[in-house]
């Protein structure tokens, strides 16, 4: 059996800690939309975008067009649970790439790894996600 990697100490995602978190959301989506019986390649063109080569013009073409397919398929994916999941999977891999994932919406504190591990699309951290069910569903 091969050992679990060992995250770095510390509270901050590192390198190596979003690659793994980026894996399970591309994971996660894949799964997703498995599930929901489309083939999706938008991930694949995307790994293509940034290979050189004769690729370039038509991967161009194609971002134009994903602009405003991608804003109707958002629409589409609102309207169901598993969709708002895949739109929240499609934050968390923005937020990786803007470079601000395992930062908490909230309080903008870092998430906790466990937390992420579990949930790797995390918005908030456990503090302040316990805050929001709170309001939801009020104990009195
Ligand atoms: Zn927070």
Same mark, same amino acid.
Do not use: W
């Given at each position: 059996?091969i050992p679990?990697?060992?995250?770095?100490g510390g +509270?901050t995602v +590192? *390198?190596?800690?979003?690659k793994?978190? =980026? @894996?399970?959301?591309i %994971? #996660?989506r &894949?799964?997703l /939309?498995?599930e929901?019986?489309y083939?999706?390649?938008?991930?694949? +063109? =995307?790994s293509q975008? $940034?290979?050189?080569?004769d /690729?370039?013009?038509? !991967?161009?073409?194609m971002?134009?067009?994903a602009?405003?397919?991608q804003?109707r398929e *958002?629409?589409?994916?609102m &309207?169901?649970a #598993?969709?708002r999941l895949?739109y929240h999977? $499609? #934050? &968390?891999?923005g937020?990786i790439? =803007?470079?601000?994932?395992g @930062?908490? $919406?909230?309080?903008?504190? @870092?998430?906790?790894k466990?937390?992420l =591990?579990?949930?790797?699309?995390?918005r /908030?951290?456990?503090?302040? *996600?316990?805050? %929001? #069910?709170?309001?939801?569903?009020q104990? !009195?």
């Amino acid at each position: 059996m091969i050992p679990r990697a060992r995250f770095g100490g510390g +509270n901050t995602v +590192n *390198k190596r800690e979003l690659k793994h978190f =980026e @894996k399970r959301l591309i %994971e #996660e989506r &894949a799964q997703l /939309l498995k599930e929901r019986g489309y083939i999706e390649d938008k991930i694949f +063109n =995307e790994s293509q975008r $940034d290979a050189p080569g004769d /690729l370039s013009a038509y !991967s161009v073409h194609m971002a134009d067009q994903a602009s405003d397919a991608q804003e109707r398929e *958002k629409a589409y994916h609102m &309207a169901s649970a #598993e969709g708002r999941l895949l739109y929240h999977i $499609d #934050e &968390a891999l923005g937020r990786i790439k =803007e470079g601000i994932y395992g @930062k908490c $919406d909230g309080c903008g504190k @870092k998430i906790q790894k466990p937390r992420l =591990e579990v949930v790797p699309h995390a918005r /908030l951290c456990i503090e302040c *996600k316990k805050a %929001e #069910e709170n309001g939801t569903a009020q104990q !009195s």
